[in-house]
Each structure stands twice: as structure tokens, then as C-alpha cells.
């Protein structure tokens, strides 16, 4: 039921029922409620943001006449309205039962519903509030007039996150379990092998919430969106642990070895290239890859790792391997720990490219960057963010803002996701 805010007295009200009475009878025009209204959400570096609505009516919405003016939302700017047969965005409107209307992004209140409350963060899901205040006409040529009702959403749809599974699996070798969220391809073919990235949430966002890791920001979420599955088909593995897995004193629970017997698990499930196996992780998530790297040195067959460190002493499996690493210069710990680990893995045989990046470069830009260091003959990349181009304007500069926003840089580089699907794991033979 549609949640509605009386902006009138009870008596006007009922002087209102009554003439919408004799409209409805005398000339076919009425004030038709929507059916349903949907909260449009997207995740971004981030986190989870509002960009539309979606109001669906029980006739057909003439598009033509469709105007902007036709709709007001509390806080935010109309940035395009039109109609559909389908409930979701489109280039190009047509008649339908659906409007569509997208909000600006340029909005100071188009903000992250992620909330940072101490070392934990709470994710709540946006909504909208919305009323109509011109006439909205059909395709029938009647009219939907406009009234003093606000409405709320009585729905949510988070584009991208609500295309994962959210599952359980219980490890009988650890006996432990994992809640996790897992993205199928669309159009799965069990005849066709798939690569799978795993992505492992920083310790912000460490509980029972299932859905979290999918909400806090779109290290998840990026590789499963239609304009990357159409580039890169994959399964997305997205674990949400309970507890702590890793420490600052490079210690690590039995999660780390039940999230292999899981990739394990799928692969029996689905049909999973065990030679096109990726890892990635923010933070706390980037230091599990790392130790799961160094456990189980054949798994992977490359590594995104972005705002972490490790004991340097144990990083030497890793020298062979194909990783890419992204750290900000401001941040104190994972700045100087991933250069005392790249100097190590040298020291080990491993071929290290480096380059400092302006954080705040365009795509086009980060693009002509990653093809640069892609030239250069090597397995390890290592890209620092130069100090004062990482945190956003309006944000205090310091060690811990630098720290978590590399992650909201780091998976919109296209480049580096590409990169990392061009890796296959020659280290074991293709047959086992």
C-alpha cells in the first residue's frame, strides 16, 4: 500500500472527495493513484545512491505528452521523464503503464546512504518522497489530474546488487559457515567456462547483513553491471563474513581456507574455468587476498589489490604472480607497507612496474595510464595515487579519508578490470 502525507485539513479533504467525484463522473478525468512506486537505487565507489523512480499506473501513459513539471521530488531535480511498456530505464520513451523519472546526480542531496557510525558502517536502503503536480495524460486521451497528495516509495529495486544470490555454505572441512552473495551470468550456458572474481569487503562493514558488501561500494557490484558482463561474462563471488578474518598482526581465521572449499563448491555447481580464477579486496578484504595468495600460491590467476598490506616476511610465494596493486601516498599504513612488499617480491625474482597516478584523472585519462604500464615487461604493477588528488573536495585530508577513498577510484578504472581477465593461470596444467 502506498504511504501517503495529507497536506490538507480533514475538511478539505472531504471537500476535495467530493469534487473529484463530479470530475470522475462529468468529464472521464481522474486522479488515479499509482499502483506502485519504485525507489530506483544504484551503487557507486561510494556506496548506494538514489537516481529515479519508477511509477507504474493501470493505463497507458501517453509519452509524448509527458513533461517534466508534470512531477515534483522532495530534495532532488527531474533530469529526464518519460514512459515505458517495462519498468526500467530506457534511451528512448515510448507509451506504456510506467514513468520513468531519472534525478540529477549533480543534486546536493544526491548522497551515499552509506553511513560511517565508529569502525562500523550502516547501509540504509534511499527512498523518495513525490507528488504530481501537473496533469499526466493517456493514451486514451484522458487525463490524470494532479492533487495534494505526497506520496513515499513502496518499493526498492537496487539496480546491479539485486541480481546476486544471497546463499549459505557450510564447510564440512573447517566446519564453519559463510554467507555469501553470488552473480550468475544472465544468459548461463553450462556448456561455456566462466571466469569468477572474488571480492572480499573491508572490516567496516563486517556483520550479519548479508547484502552489505554488496551496498558499501561497487567492488562487488562493478564487474557484474550489463556493460561489464557484456565485456567480460563472470560469476561474481561476494562473501560476507561475521566476524574479523584478518589482523594487523597478520593472523587469519579458517574463513579464508572455507571461502576456497566454496570456490571449490561452485565449480561443481557451475561451470567455472579454474585457470580464470581472480581475487580482489579493499583494506581489511585486500590483506585475505594476500594471505590467500601466499596459502594456496597456484589458485589465482591474478590479483586487484587495492589499500592493503602484509608481513613482508611471508610475501615471497607471490613473486611469480600476475597482481596489480593500488594504494594513495597519503595513506600511512598501506603506502609504505605495500612498498616494503613490492621491494620484496623483487628481491624474490618478481619484475615490479611503478607509476604515480593523479587520482583525479578523466577514464580517457586513466586509460592512455594503464596502457602505459601495461606495455612495460612485468608481473606486478604498482600505482600509488599522488598525495591531495584522493579525497574529494568537501572531505577532511587525512591518512584515513586517503585510505578508503582509493577503493572509490580504484574499481572505476576500466583498464585495470580489463587487465585483470587477460590473466590466465599458467601454473598448473589446463587439464586438472
Not at 562493478?222 to 561489464?228: H, R
Not at 580464470?276 to 579493499?282: D, I, K, N, V
Not at 604515480?356 to 594503464?370: C, D, I
Not at 577513498?405 to 585495470?416: C, F, H, M
Request: with cysteine; glycine share 6%; charged share 25%.
Amino acid at each position: 500500500m502506498l504511504k501517503t502525507i495529507n497536506m490538507k485539513s480533514i475538511r478539505f479533504l472531504f471537500q476535495l472527495m467530493g469534487s473529484l467525484a463530479v470530475i470522475g463522473c462529468s468529464t472521464g478525468n481522474n486522479t488515479r493513484e499509482p499502483i506502485n512506486i519504485t525507489a530506483i537505487n544504484e551503487v557507486f565507489g561510494d556506496g548506494l545512491k538514489n537516481t529515479g523512480v519508477i511509477l507504474e499506473y493501470d493505463q497507458e501513459i501517453d509519452n509524448d505528452e509527458l513533461k517534466k513539471t508534470a512531477f515534483e521530488v522532495t530534495g532532488r531535480k527531474i533530469s529526464k521523464i518519460y514512459a515505458n511498456r517495462l519498468p526500467e530505464k530506457t534511451d528512448k520513451g515510448k507509451n506504456g503503464k510506467y514513468i520513468i523519472i531519472e534525478l540529477s546526480q549533480a543534486d546536493k542531496t544526491f548522497v551515499s546512504s552509506v553511513q560511517k557510525k565508529g569502525p562500523q558502517t550502516n547501509i540504509s536502503e534511499p527512498g523518495v518522497i513525490i507528488k504530481q503536480t501537473g496533469i499526466v495524460t493517456t493514451t486514451k486521451g484522458g487525463s490524470l489530474q494532479p492533487g495534494d497528495k505526497v506520496y513515499e516509495n513502496n518499493k526498492t529495486r537496487n539496480l546491479v546488487a539485486d541480481d546476486f544470490l544471497q546463499k549459505v555454505y557450510e564447510d564440512n572441512e573447517t566446519g564453519l559457515t559463510i554467507n555469501y552473495n553470488l552473480f550468475v551470468p544472465s544468459d548461463y550456458d553450462p556448456e561455456e567456462s566462466y571466469p569468477l572474481v572474488l571480492f572480499m569487503h573491508d572490516a567496516s562493514v563486517t556483520g550479519n547483513s548479508t547484502k552489505a558488501t554488496l551496498l558499501q561500494g561497487n567492488g562487488a557490484t562493478v564487474w557484474a553491471t550489463p556493460s561489464e558482463q557484456s565485456r567480460h561474462k563472470a560469476f561474481v563471488l561476494a562473501p560476507q563474513f561475521s566476524t574479523r578474518i584478518v589482523n594487523d598482526n597478520w593472523e587469519t581465521t579458517d574463513d579464508l581456507d572455507a571461502v576456497i572449499n566454496l570456490i571449490k563448491h561452485l565449480q561443481k555447481e557451475y561451470s567455472i574455468d579454474k585457470n580464470r580464477l581472480y581475487t580482489t579486496g579493499q583494506s581489511g578484504g585486500c590483506m585475505m587476498s594476500i594471505a590467500m595468495n601466499i596459502k594456496y600460491p597456484a589458485c589465482f590467476a591474478a590479483s586487484y589489490l587495492v589499500a592493503g598490506q602484509w608481513d613482508t616476511e611471508k610475501v615471497s610465494p607471490m613473486a611469480d604472480d600476475h597482481i596489480w596493486i593500488m594504494v594513495a601516498e597519503g595513506d600511512e599504513k598501506a603506502y609504505p607497507g605495500m612498498n616494503a612488499i613490492t621491494k620484496e617480491l623483487e628481491a624474490h625474482g618478481a619484475k615490479v612496474s611503478r607509476a604515480v597516478w593523479n587520482g583525479q584523472s578523466s577514464p580517457p585519462e586513466f586509460s592512455k595510464l594503464v596502457e602505459k604500464m601495461e606495455t612495460e615487461d612485468s608481473n606486478i604493477k604498482y600505482v600509488a595515487l599522488q598525495k591531495n588528488t584522493v579525497v574529494p573536495e568537501g572531505v577532511e585530508e587525512n591518512p584515513v579519508e586517503n585510505h578508503m577513498y582509493t577503493w572509490k577510484i580504484a574499481y572505476n578504472i576500466e583498464g585495470i578490470r580489463d587487465w585483470l581477465f587477460q590473466q590466465k593461470n599458467d601454473r598448473i596444467p589446463a587439464e586438472n
